[in-house]
């Protein structure tokens, strides 16, 4: 059961994680705006073209939906049971900004080393790849934070899931590469 509710916390953060490869599918190019604006350091991309606006807003978008769908389900006992903590409390804007940007902030941050080592946007950087939520999980501690075993499972588990995410997206057409 810790695993599962471990899973449902996540769920905001997971989701916005895959936001903005949605949003480059439906958008294409519209509103795909640097999030760097261009800018380069020693005339490397600070954090690149692919990391946008649009997948920004589309991430936190995604996040605050998934917050509220599970404001929603709170009332169902099932759901209440995979809560850490009383949905019904809650401002879904909040909660729902800080996983989206959370998720965001440690794709980007990722972004600005990648550019610092000259790895192309895009390439494998094994590991550090699967590691984008943990930037959701520091942001949301400034409002919840979960007990260590839930944190544990997270930092566990968290990271085989966009290996599967971004597989399955691969073989449904859905990205370019399968990491």
């Known amino acids: 059961m810790i695993i599962l509710q471990a899973l449902y916390f996540m769920l905001p953060a997971y989701f916005a994680n895959m936001a903005p490869v949605f949003a480059a599918k439906i958008f294409g190019r519209r509103f795909s705006y640097p999030l760097d604006f261009g800018l380069k350091i020693k005339a490397k991309p600070l ?7 649009r997948g920004l807003v589309a991430a936190i978008v995604m996040a605050i939906l998934i917050v509220f769908l599970q404001k929603l389900l709170y009332e169902i006992d099932f759901f209440k049971s995979l809560s850490l ?3 019904s409390q809650i401002i879904c ?3 729902g900004f800080l ?19 000259s790895l192309a946007p895009g390439a494998k950087w094994f590991f550090w790849d699967q590691l984008d ?3 959701a999980l520091l942001l949301i501690f400034f409002v919840y934070i979960p007990s260590w075993p839930i944190i544990i499972i997270i930092i566990l588990i968290s990271p085989v899931l966009p290996l599967i995410a971004n597989r ?6 859905i990205k370019k590469v399968a990491w």
């Open 47 to 53: 954090l690149g073209a692919n990391k946008t606006w």
């Open 85 to 87: 903590f009383d949905y």
């Open 93 to 95: 804007g909040v909660y």
């Open 99 to 117: 996983f989206g940007f959370g998720v965001i902030l440690g794709d980007a941050i990722k972004s600005l080393i990648k550019r610092r080592l």
């Open 133 to 135: 939520f943990l930037g």
């Open 168 to 173: 399955l997206g691969y073989l449904l057409k």
